[in-house]
């Protein structure tokens, strides 16, 4: 069992920086890829970037690419999402996911994932 807390959200203007942070529980965290989703109104959940057990490969939606950034603490139990260069269109509801894998690259589907936070809105101002 995995739980995940997400902070860092809040309100930033267009071309601001974000740094979204996921605490997780449990005794064997570096066991699972780890991902963040996001949800804007009336849209349907998306991903945006995962990362595997072991920190070593990652990848990201076409959206985000050269701006965000996903990166991983499993001594401390932490995943983070740096978002520089931020867009309106990134805001959004931002969810930390966990999934039980030791492969070499996490899943990206919304299926894959068993564990998810309660999210933290991102508000992006143009």
């Known amino acids: 069992q995995v739980q995940l807390v997400e902070s860092g959200g809040g309100l930033v203007q267009a071309g601001g920086s974000l740094r979204l942070s996921c605490a997780a529980s449990?005794?064997?965290?570096?066991?699972?890829?780890m991902g963040w989703f996001r949800q804007a109104p009336g849209k349907e959940r998306e991903f945006v970037a995962g990362?595997?057990?072991?920190?070593?490969?990652?990848f990201y939606a076409d959206s985000v690419k050269g701006r965000f950034t996903i990166s991983r603490d499993n001594a401390k139990k932490m995943v983070y999402l740096q978002m520089n260069s931020l867009k309106a269109e990134d805001t959004a509801v931002y969810y930390c996911?966990?999934?039980?894998?030791?492969?070499?690259?996490?899943?990206?589907?919304?299926?894959?994932?068993?564990?998810w936070g309660q999210g933290t809105q991102v508000t992006v101002s143009s």
């Open positions: 990362i595997n057990w072991n920190g070593r490969n990652s």
């Open positions: 996911t966990a999934e039980r894998s030791l492969g070499d690259l996490p899943p990206a589907g919304v299926g894959e994932y068993d564990y």
């Open positions: 449990g005794r064997t965290f570096s066991n699972y890829a």
